[in-house]
């Protein structure tokens, strides 16, 4: 649990895990895999309860197996856009100023990192994280005044979340914080059976998002 007086008072806080993915190149559903002796989507989602969200949701395309009973599904309206739907649908159903998110397949996220975005975080604005020249989505704080922007962009033509980011920062709605090489490996989705072996992480090209 994070400590209460780090965290701006008047912020309240949702979370939710973004387990929607298809996992071509992994080959099953990476929330069923095991890590470090448990199976993923219960890693993350202790994670997050540690946090103690007011609402706690899990986003996917269809209902999951390993749904735990007090957890809330939300599924994409189709067609899915991937973790777009999943972070809009979330942002409209919380009753809170602000939204954790985090993919089921960042294994290397911890309690205090998530926690020291939350306390980044002032009225009516997110944090999303900066590796390197990427802005990082998945494993982020977004204020409920960014959810006109997310149903925006699902009923759009540009599914891009960097897209959505530029819009939002360019509104004051997040702020885009770098994040120090010791950090960065926190970051670091899964993609393939290899990328959870020690020391190894996959290689993601930099999806800059303009002058951000």
């Not at 989602?45 to 969200?53: D, M, N, T, V």
Request: aromatic share 6%; glycine share 8%.
């Amino acid at each position: 649990m994070i400590a209460q007086n780090s965290v701006n008072k008047g912020l309240t806080f949702s979370a939710v895990l973004l387990a929607g993915g298809e996992s071509r190149r992994m080959g099953r559903d990476k929330a069923t895999i095991e890590f470090e002796g448990g199976l993923l989507w219960k890693r993350q989602l202790e994670l997050l309860q540690a946090l103690s969200p007011q609402q706690l949701f899990v986003s996917a395309r269809a209902k999951p197996e390993w749904l735990p009973p007090n957890v809330e599904l939300l599924l994409d309206d189709p067609p899915s856009r991937g973790p777009l739907s999943g972070l809009t649908k979330a942002l409209v159903a919380m009753r809170t100023t602000h939204l954790i998110a985090l993919a089921v397949d960042m294994p290397f996220m911890t309690v205090g990192e998530l926690g020291h975005l939350l306390a980044l975080a002032p009225d009516g604005c997110g944090i999303v994280p900066l590796v390197g020249q990427t802005a990082e989505p998945l494993a982020a704080i977004y204020p409920a005044e960014a959810a006109d922007d997310f149903q925006a962009a699902v009923g759009g033509a540009d599914f891009s979340l960097q897209s959505v980011l530029r819009t939002l920062n360019a509104r004051k709605r997040v702020k885009l914080v770098p994040i120090s090489n010791e950090s960065a490996p926190l970051y670091r989705s899964v993609n393939s059976p290899g990328d959870f072996k020690e020391g190894r992480f996959p290689n993601r090209p930099p999806k800059s998002i303009g002058g951000l």
